[in-house]
C-alpha cells in the first residue's frame, strides 16, 4: 500500500464491484441490478481484508446491487464507517445494449463497433450514456463529495468499470479516446490522490488479493 506519509489532501481508492453472473458470461449489464455471484462474493471478502486496515473517512458507492454488496464487504472491518449511496456512481447507461450477449454484439452491430473502437470518447449507446457523460457527473461527484474533507482523509468508492476508467482518465489527463490503456478487474481498486483541483495517480488495478479467487 501507499506510504501515507507522502501525500496530502484527500486520498480515494476506486474500486470497482466483485464479479456477477454477467460478468462472467460476458453480457453486458449496465444499469441491470445483478447480485454478486459466488466468486464475486469471494472477491469482495478478499478485498475487504485487503483494506482492513485502512482509516476510512467514508464508503460511497453506486445504488446497483453489485456495488452496495461489495461496499458491505468492505465495511465489514470498519463497523463506524458509513456507506453512502451516490448516483453519480451508477454504471454507464448502455441503453439498447443493456443485457446483450457481447457475441452477439460483436456480431450484430459491426458498424457501432468500429466507431466505438475508434472514437470511444465521443460515442453514445444508442439510447444511453458516452464515456464522457459518465466521466462528467463521476468527477463532479467526487468534487462534491471531498469539497468538505479533511486533509488526510481517505475515501473508499465502490463503482463500476467505465465510471473508474473515466475517472482515472480525468485524474492522468489522459483523452477518453484512451480508455482502454487502463485496465481495471473485477475487486481490485486504483488509489488517486486529490489536493485542490489536482489529481495524482498512485496505484492501478491492484489485484494482487484476488490470486487465490483466480486460481479457484
Known amino acids: 500500500m501507499i506510504d501515507k506519509k507522502t501525500f496530502s489532501g484527500i486520498r480515494i481508492l476506486l474500486i470497482r464491484h466483485g464479479e456477477t453472473e454477467w460478468n462472467r458470461i460476458h453480457r453486458f449489464q449496465g444499469r441491470s441490478d445483478m447480485p454478486l455471484n459466488q466468486n464475486g462474493k469471494d472477491q469482495a471478502r478478499a478485498l475487504a481484508l485487503a483494506l482492513k486496515d485502512e482509516a476510512f473517512t467514508a464508503i460511497y458507492s453506486s445504488p446497483l446491487v453489485r456495488a452496495k454488496e461489495t461496499a458491505r464487504f468492505v465495511k465489514s472491518f470498519h463497523d463506524s464507517v458509513p456507506i453512502c449511496e451516490e448516483e453519480g456512481l451508477i454504471e454507464m447507461d448502455l441503453g439498447d445494449f443493456d443485457g446483450i450477449d457481447a457475441q452477439h454484439w460483436y456480431k450484430e452491430y459491426a458498424d457501432f463497433r468500429k466507431a466505438w473502437i475508434k472514437n470511444p470518447g465521443t460515442v453514445k449507446m444508442p439510447g444511453g450514456e458516452g464515456l464522457k457523460d459518465v466521466q462528467q457527473r463521476a468527477v463532479a461527484t467526487l468534487d462534491r463529495i471531498t469539497r468538505n474533507c479533511r486533509p488526510g482523509s481517505t475515501?473508499?468508492?465502490?463503482?463500476?468499470?467505465?465510471?473508474?476508467?473515466?475517472?482515472?482518465?480525468?485524474?492522468?489527463?489522459?483523452?477518453?479516446?484512451?480508455?482502454?490503456?487502463?485496465?481495471?478487474?473485477?475487486?481490485?481498486?486504483?488509489?488517486?490522490?486529490?489536493?485542490?483541483?489536482?489529481?495524482?495517480?498512485?496505484?492501478?488495478?491492484?489485484?494482487?488479493?484476488?490470486?487465490?479467487?483466480?486460481?479457484?
Open 155 to 216: 475515501l473508499a468508492i465502490c463503482s463500476h468499470n467505465f465510471v473508474v476508467l473515466s475517472i482515472l482518465c480525468h485524474a492522468l489527463e489522459i483523452s477518453l479516446d484512451r480508455f482502454r490503456d487502463l485496465r481495471q478487474v473485477t475487486a481490485a481498486f486504483s488509489v488517486i490522490h486529490k489536493e485542490g483541483e489536482q489529481f495524482r495517480v498512485e496505484v492501478i488495478n491492484e489485484q494482487s488479493h484476488l490470486q487465490k479467487c483466480n486460481e479457484s
